[in-house]
């Protein structure tokens, strides 16, 4: 058996990363949950920009549109996701388990 494995599972239920239950999930650092925050709204805020990006290029200037568009949809949306990211305050928005 792996011993951080081990070390991770709470009693009662089973790794934290594999048990979807409340109770089993462990906290995370404020510090970690703000950077946690951030990725996934700029992560968001990409993909969300590549499509954006990808029409208006598709729109615009036809098929070599695209890729231009997504590629500059894609930038702006991944540093609108972090600059959305900054104001979002990730210690008042968690979840606590019972623990």
Request: glycine fraction near 18%; aromatic fraction near 2%.
């Amino acid at each position: 058996m792996d011993g951080d494995l081990t070390e991770q599972a709470l009693p009662g239920h089973g790794i934290p990363s594999q048990d979807p239950a409340p109770s089993a999930q462990l906290f995370l650092e404020p510090e970690d949950a703000e950077q946690e925050t951030r990725s996934a709204l700029a992560g968001g805020g990409a993909v969300a920009g590549v499509a954006t990006g990808a029409a208006i290029g598709l729109i615009v200037a036809g098929p070599l549109g695209i890729a231009v568009g997504a590629t500059l949809g894609g930038v702006a949306g991944a540093l609108g996701g972090e600059a959305a990211g900054t104001s979002v305050n990730a210690t008042e928005a968690t979840v606590h388990s019972q623990r």
